[in-house]
C-alpha cells in the first residue's frame, strides 16, 4: 500500500522556479531514502537528487547542482525539490521515489515510485 503522490509541477519559462512536494503514505518514511529522478520524452529515466532518511546525506546530479534543492520533512512524510534557474533541458516529468535503504545516492536501490508530474520549461 506504498503510494508516493507528487505536486508542484507545471509550466514556467526559463530561468524561473518550481518546487515539487511528494506525500508518502504506507511506508516508514523517517528511515526511508528517498529522491527525485526524471524523463524526459524518448531517454532513459535519470536520477536528479537524493536525500538521506534523516537529511545527513544528500546528492545532485552534475546538471542540477546549485540550481536545485532537495529536502525532507519527516514529519509530514514528505519530500521537496526546489528548481530554480531552470532550463528548457529540465523539461520531463519528475518522479518522486523511495528506497528501502537509508540513503540511495544512485539507479537501482528505489523500490517506490510516484505517478511523476510533469514539469515543462519553456525557452
Known amino acids: 500500500q506504498v503510494q508516493l503522490v507528487e505536486s508542484g509541477g507545471g509550466l514556467v519559462q526559463a530561468g524561473g522556479s518550481l518546487r515539487l512536494s511528494c506525500v508518502a503514505s504506507?511506508?516508514?518514511?523517517?528511515?526511508?531514502?528517498m529522491g527525485w529522478s526524471r524523463q524526459a520524452p524518448g531517454k532513459d529515466p535519470e536520477l536528479v537528487a537524493a536525500?538521506?532518511?534523516?537529511?545527513?546525506?544528500?546528492y545532485y546530479a552534475d546538471f542540477v547542482k546549485g540550481r536545485f534543492t532537495i529536502s525532507r520533512d519527516n514529519a509530514k512524510n514528505t519530500v521537496y525539490l526546489q528548481m530554480n534557474s531552470l532550463k528548457p533541458e529540465d523539461t520531463a516529468i519528475y518522479y518522486c521515489?523511495?528506497?528501502?535503504?537509508?540513503?540511495?545516492?544512485?539507479?537501482?536501490?528505489?523500490?517506490?515510485w510516484g505517478q511523476g508530474t510533469q514539469v515543462t520549461v519553456s525557452s
Open positions: 521515489a523511495g528506497s528501502r535503504d537509508y540513503y540511495c545516492p544512485g539507479d537501482g536501490c528505489y523500490h517506490y
Open positions: 504506507g511506508l516508514p518514511f523517517r528511515t526511508n531514502g
Open positions: 536525500i538521506g532518511w534523516n537529511a545527513d546525506n544528500t
